[in-house]
């Protein structure tokens, strides 16, 4: 039970991707037999999804909890965090993974409501992020450097089935005459949002790769291609809004530009994962921080 309420990352990834495939069963199936008015089957797929939700969000808290408990105080925390580039990112990526899952869980009901498959592989590109985010945040808690390179590796590897996934993503708004909403105040904060997110991203991956850290260059890759998608889905959706007789196949091609980028930044990381590993590339790793301490 002890390991069930503190997980091990390697039990906890496990139990992600057992999720995931639930998931990707559950949407098959209701998709397929027309399961979404009959009640019995949404009572016990809604009770699943609830409970392992609320478990998910529990393992959370609990991994914040560790994380932040050899800073002491408040003060102490936050000096930390304005002075400690690797901490301050370990914080921006775990609350980035808290939006991710936050958004799987709004498309995996969006997509069975609608029984829309634009919805159905937004919540795989989501949960792929979160997965690959809480396995980087849990090796926080291992100083030995093999693990900080297995992050790195999982992370380009992630990177490349999320720009795929785009490129699937992009296919279903041709083929299926994907729709947007027409709010235009919340369009706004979205884009606002969007932007800021896209610059830090940018940001931050130029400033790890210029101090070669790969621990900092793993949480940046996620970063990088989670921005692509909410970029794509700004372009598809603006013009729609603000413009008459646009419409979303107009613009899809960008998804191809932004899959593409995506899948060369994960190939990218791949070539210098070799490099770093061969020693042809010199990568420096962060060491001597209270989460390390605590192994």
Not at 231 to 241: D, E, H, N, S
Request: some cysteine.
């Amino acid at each position: 039970m002890k390991k069930l309420l503190h997980p091990t990352y390697g039990i906890l990834i496990i139990e992600l991707l057992v999720f995931l495939a639930a998931v990707d069963v559950i949407l098959l199936v209701s998709s397929s037999l027309s399961l979404q008015k009959n009640i019995p089957y949404n009572v016990c797929c809604g009770i699943f999804t609830l409970l392992y939700l609320i478990y998910l969000l529990y393992v959370l808290i609990d991994f914040a909890l560790r994380l932040l408990k050899p800073y002491g105080t408040l003060k102490e925390l936050i000096y930390k965090y304005f002075h400690d580039i690797y901490f301050r990112r370990i914080c921006n990526s775990y609350v980035g993974s808290l939006v991710n899952f936050g958004m799987s869980v709004f498309y995996i009901v969006y997509a069975y409501v609608k029984d829309a498959q634009f919805y159905a592989l937004a919540t795989q590109f989501f949960l792929i992020a979160f997965i690959g985010r809480i396995y980087l945040l849990y090796n926080t808690f291992n100083s030995r450097y093999e693990k900080r390179m297995r992050g790195h590796f999982l992370a380009s590897i992630l990177t490349v089935i999320l720009g795929f996934g785009m490129l699937a993503i992009t296919a279903v708004c041709i083929v299926k005459h994907f729709t947007v909403m027409k709010n235009d105040i919340l369009l706004l904060a979205i884009a606002l949002y969007t932007f800021i997110k896209f610059i830090s991203a940018i940001v931050s991956f130029i400033s790890s790769r210029r101090e070669h850290n790969i621990q900092l260059l793993s949480y940046c890759v996620l970063s990088l291609s989670l921005a692509f998608y909410s970029m794509f889905m700004l372009v598809i959706t603006m013009p729609v809004v603000f413009a008459e007789g646009e419409t979303v196949k107009d613009f899809t091609f960008f998804g191809f530009i932004f899959a593409a980028a995506i899948v060369v930044i994960g190939v990218g990381n791949l070539i210098l994962h070799h490099r770093v590993k061969t020693g042809k590339v010199t990568f420096v790793d962060y060491v001597n921080s209270p989460a390390d301490n605590q192994q």
